[in-house]
């Protein structure tokens, strides 16, 4: 019997499991008002209203001792809204983005609405990763993060830029499998399989996604990204250039979509960015992105697409300021250079204490320019909030 205890825990050892959890959780009310053009063109007849948002994320990491891993995370949001009752618009504007899953197969959600509340739960990230000299293996839900655009990030189909909404911690699922090659030091290749069943009732064909995002570290300073595949039945190709200097970086972004490769009515689009981001000094930090969305003819009208402002031509400034180590103060102003349309957000966060924080913010359209191309411009909401935040 003393010669077999020890081989009872042998295989215990040899699956040890180092568990970790994390997440945040915010609470968030805002008062906004209706754009005039939405109340007499657009039927959204409503003058101001309030808004409510109870938002959080629980995430597990669990490594398993032989280069096995598990993660997953779990996304809840419950709102509150008197506009709710007659479907008005503004409130896919205010939860944006909506699309908590990107590319879905499998529909892990829990998604009710019932008067003026919404709730919404998902499992947004389940997956297994496996990594054998020094490649690596994922399956299942994952998050696909990569790219520089905060603004606008053409280049990453699979998770939609929220830097100028008001939630943190939001990442969105995708269904398949990825494939890491480390081709050398210098080089690395991911090829991603995901499918998507968008649907109602996950009737039709699966939408299929083939993807190839490499990246290439030419120096220290600077780096080449790119992409090819199919995608949304559009064939996609393009590239990221990124310059590192002391205290600045600057990148561009390249992205040539295809008709659709369906047959349906549609036309190629061409998405390009320019950046350029830098830390000016100790407490202030500056980004300028600017870039050009060849417009969707064949889109709804009233969509907002994959970014969170309907324009074409933009140009956005951004700075950040600490004013106190327990405060910081961001503005950010972002325009249409052929419509006019302008748009504000300014944030004022104020550290309570190691893992929670407030935050005031606001969200404005400073100038409406002409709405002639871009109706949708004219949903656009005037609305001022406030923030409370927990980490853990």
């Not at 053009?37 to 657009?42: G, N, P, W, Y």
């Not at 997956?127 to 993060?145: A, D, L, P």
Request: proline share 3%; aromatic share 16%; hydrophobic share 35%.
């Amino acid at each position: 019997m003393k010669y077999l205890l020890p081989l009872l825990f042998l295989p215990l050892s040899a699956f040890a499991l180092d568990v970790e959890f994390s997440g945040n959780l915010e609470g968030q009310g805002r008062k906004t008002w209706n754009n005039e053009e939405a109340r007499e063109d657009l039927m959204q007849s409503w003058d101001q209203s309030e808004f409510y948002m109870l938002y959080g994320n629980l995430g597990a990491e669990i490594d398993v001792k032989g280069g096995s891993r598990f993660e997953a995370n779990v996304l809840g949001r419950h709102t509150y809204s008197e506009l709710y009752e007659n479907d008005y618009l503004a409130t896919s504007v205010f939860t944006f983005p909506q699309k908590l899953v990107a590319r879905d197969i499998f529909k892990l959600k829990y998604d009710k609405g019932e008067n003026n509340y919404r709730t919404e739960v998902v499992l947004n990230k389940f997956m297994y990763q496996w990594t054998f000299e020094e490649h690596r293996f994922t399956v299942g839900r994952m998050f696909i993060n990569y790219g520089q655009g905060e603004i606008f990030n053409p280049l990453n189909p699979f998770n939609q830029p929220t830097s100028l909404n008001s939630i943190t911690n939001f990442s969105q699922g995708n269904d398949g499998v990825n494939f890491t090659f480390y081709v050398d030091e210098k080089h690395v290749m991911n090829f991603y399989v995901l499918g998507d069943k968008s649907l109602e009732g996950y009737e039709g064909q699966l939408e299929k996604t083939l993807w190839l995002h490499g990246e290439y570290a030419h120096s220290e300073e600077l780096q080449f990204d790119y992409v090819v595949g199919e995608d949304q039945n559009r064939h996609k190709i393009g590239g990221q250039v990124t310059y590192l200097a002391e205290e600045a970086m600057f990148f561009g972004q390249l992205l040539y979509q295809s008709d659709y490769v369906n047959q349906r009515k549609s036309h190629n689009l061409w998405d390009i960015v320019l950046g350029y981001d830098e830390q000016l000094t100790s407490k202030w930090h500056l980004r300028v992105e600017g870039g050009y969305q060849k417009r969707n003819r064949h889109q709804e009208v009233m969509n907002f697409n994959t970014r969170f402002l309907p324009t074409e031509y933009f140009l956005a400034l951004s700075n950040k300021y600490e004013i106190h180590p327990l405060v910081n103060l961001q503005g950010s102003i972002i325009t249409d250079v052929k419509s006019g349309f302008t748009y504000f957000v300014g944030r004022s966060t104020f550290s309570l204490s190691s893992n929670t924080e407030a935050e005031i913010f606001a969200f404005s359209p400073v100038a409406k320019g002409s709405t002639t191309e871009f109706p949708v411009q004219k949903l656009v909401t005037t609305d001022v909030g406030l923030t409370l935040r927990a980490f853990f």
